[in-house]
């Protein structure tokens, strides 16, 4: 079983031909909500693989929190541990242009999710064989979270997303932490080489369409992406590491589960929406075929 403690937004997706520069309005040429946050993102990633998944979250006691909890429901993920606050529900409002896109995030009821609710739930996150965070919720939740882990031996896949609420003192208690380029240079500084060989096995770098890279303790591995037409890139990234831990949970090797991973964000792409395009096992498979 996996175990996502997380974010979950309301997504308010804008596609337009250009973004607005400061003190400019621009029309938009079409407008949609969809069900998003990246733990949510992460927690239907996996389970559409075939994941047992519990998530570990909290929505507003409102319209979109209602949506997000039966959105869940209907891909078979647990939601019995997932809270519901008097504060609103998180919401990302998403501008995208082509394959770019810009976001702007209204965290809500994802800042009230507190240690002590992990403590409340502890069972489920001490059973987990695999738990995946994001930075979507308060630090010292996510704090609390890799402690309880680390106590009960439970794999930890860490999305360091926002950067900035990472602590590096978590670095030695994590077993996988999967930045973007960007995030990967906020933490560590523009020499990538140099900080895959002091995290070996454990830092695994997306690089966008050109796959992942990590250092398997002798060489720098790089595992290239799968070339495709990108329609929406939101979601890229909680596909990989819904996808990951997916993989790494059912045994494949640190190597294989990156090559799944990025065929799986490879096919999230091809669609518009962070979860519409996630894609089942059957779907990867063919792709791999
Ligand atoms: P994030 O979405 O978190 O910014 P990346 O942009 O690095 O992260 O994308 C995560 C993964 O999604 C990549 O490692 C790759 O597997 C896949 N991916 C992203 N963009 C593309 C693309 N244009 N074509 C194919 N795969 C992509």
């Not at 319209?63 to 609103?88: A, K, M, P």
Request: aromatic share 6%.
């Amino acid at each position: 079983m996996i175990t996502v403690i997380g974010s979950l937004n309301m997504d308010l997706v804008i596609q337009m031909a250009d973004f607005p520069q400061q003190g400019e309005t621009v029309l938009g040429q079409h407008f949609q909500t969809s069900p998003g946050g990246k733990g949510a993102n992460q927690a239907i990633a996996a389970a559409r693989l075939g994941s047992n998944v519990t998530m570990i979250g909290c929505v507003g006691d409102d319209r979109f929190g209602h949506t997000l909890r039966t959105v869940l429901e209907q891909e078979h993920i647990d939601t019995t541990s997932l809270l519901t606050t008097s504060e609103s529900t998180g919401i990302a409002n998403i501008l995208v242009h082509h394959n770019d896109n810009r976001i702007i995030v209204v965290p809500g009821a994802n800042y009230k999710l507190e240690p002590t609710h992990l403590d409340a739930v502890k069972d489920v996150i001490t059973q987990s064989q695999m738990v995946i965070l994001q930075l979507e919720i308060p630090m010292e939740t996510t704090a609390h979270a890799i402690k309880l882990c680390k106590e009960a031996n439970v794999p930890v896949l860490l999305n360091p997303a926002p950067a900035a609420n990472f602590d590096m003192c978590w670095m030695d208690d994590i077993t996988y932490l999967t930045p973007n380029e960007i995030e990967c240079a906020q933490l560590f500084g523009n020499d990538f080489d140099q900080t895959l060989e002091k995290y070996p096995n454990k830092l695994i770098i997306t690089l966008g369409r050109d796959g992942a890279r990590y250092f398997d303790g002798e060489y720098p591995i790089h595992v290239p992406g799968y070339m495709t037409k990108a329609e929406d890139t939101t979601g890229a990234g909680d596909t990989f590491n819904g996808a990951l831990a997916y993989a790494l949970v059912e045994g494949q090797s640190l190597d294989e589960a990156v090559y799944f991973a990025n065929i799986a964000a490879s096919l999230a792409v091809e669609q518009v929406s962070a979860q519409g395009g996630m894609p089942t096992l059957s779907k990867v498979y063919a792709r791999m075929a």
